[in-house]
């Protein structure tokens, strides 16, 4: 091959649109194929079907130069291309945890049997062990270009939000190849990337695919990881945050993925931990990966974690009241809303009898087909309007950056549960919001009645308040006064009783033991204080008083 390979990219999903429009744009000619002909025209309209950030720009450029085009047509393809991608979807198979491969299946048996003259098929579709194994038998006996037709294994790594960027420049590339000449015409392929310095991992194809699925299921290891320290951070009172960031500062860890909160969800690692636990139990290794199933238990907790938060922030109950949501992509940056847990949470709200009002910058189309029953509206303020509870669910910047003092004065009560971690918690509470936020101590998740709501609410620790240990010994000695000022709220049950910091214009709620002091583990100290607070006793019927 003297002139530069021309490739085909079969699936024209997020993953496919990604790969060609950016292949086009460094300078190959490019074939899209799919099968939904509708699909196809809007592509060579220059319309994406979906929202990612930087890919369309990228795809009407391809198709002004002439370099990129779509099409039904796989004997058009095969003629076409001389390295023919395959990235068509492998979605969970219904009813079992394990990978559908029915469109990878029938874009083999379309594309094989026209291959007549040498060419690499390449597969980039996620899928179980054993598949590129399969289908490499399988090739030189379909296609009439015989052994002249080679299989090899090219995972991609891309995030949603960030597929531009991710196919431009990865972090690596991976080449599951069975010859030179494979490993060669990838090279070729991915030459702008490599140049920038970018490795290129030469293993077998069996490797090259496991590389894709253990990658996913590390990160969803991580996740759930930092998700399970937050359930421990909750009875224990230690905060999550502070937790992540000193983990994720040991380069052993490292911080990337250890972002606590709603938990992982997407076209991706959800069904592809499933995948592979299903694909290690029919090969004999299931006990090796027995640990993803307690990782997607972790996963699944967090979404009945934030119901059980939302009911708290909403008064104790869900039945009749409003319930604010921003956001229901499964992340931000993405219109996606595959196993999205932020809209999941929605709509078990709604169905507990709450009426559940939505805005999310890019998701509401797709939300609105599969869950029209919610009251999609045209903003935050939209959303927030009347609210018992405000609920943020994926953290798009427009989120973060919400003035509190405005939406104050659109709701009926403030509260806002941040299941991200995406605000300014001291902002939000100087503004009189009600602020929790799951794995965090001295906010009020999981207090009964807390901030003066009567009804009182069930927390995940019935009876004891979020952020203070089971068995609290009380609190620990201090040389300094405590600074800041204190007012007595509420009286929680048995030995804890709730009270208000103020401290240094961040306000936070601490149990103290029968003595009023407050209690050790949750007590966040100012900057360049010390973290123990005072032994001098709160005066008990002051509504609010100078301390230290
Ligand atoms: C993932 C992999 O990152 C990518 O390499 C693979 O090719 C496809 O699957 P993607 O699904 O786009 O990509 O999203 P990612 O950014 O990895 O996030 C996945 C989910 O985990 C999201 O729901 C996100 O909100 C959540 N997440 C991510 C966390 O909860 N905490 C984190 O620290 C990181």
Redesign the pocket.
Known sequence: MSRRPRLTVFGTGYLGTAHAACLASLGFEVLGVDVDAARARGLQAGILPFYEPGLEPLLRAGLRAGRLAFTTSYPAAAEFGDVHFICVGTPQRPGSGGADLTQFESCFAGLAPLLHRPCLVVGKSTVPPGTAAAYGQRLPGTAPAGTGAELAWNP??????HAVADTLRPDRVVAGVWSDHAAATLREVYAEPLAAGVPFLVTDPATAELVKVA??AF?ATK?SFINAMAEVCEVTGADVLSLADALGRDPRIGGA???P?????????PKDIRALAARAAELGAGEALSFLHEIDAINQRRRTRLVDLAREAAGGRLDGRRVGVLGVA??PGSDDIRDS?ALEVAARIQALGARVAVFDPAAMDRASQVHPDLDYRGSVLGAARDADALLLLTEWPEFSAADPVVLAKAVARRAIVDARHALDAAAWRDSGWDYRAPGRPGDPAGLPGALGDSAGAPGALAGHPAGVPRHAAGPREAEEPLPGRCDLTRRAPKRFAVKRLDIYGSSSMAACDRRGLPSAWNWRAPPGRSAAPSTRPWPRRAARCRYG
């Open positions: 991609e790594f891309l995030r949603e939000g990658a996913n990160l996740i993925g250890l972002r909160g709603l938990g992982f969800g997407g076209g991706c690692l499964f992340k847990p």
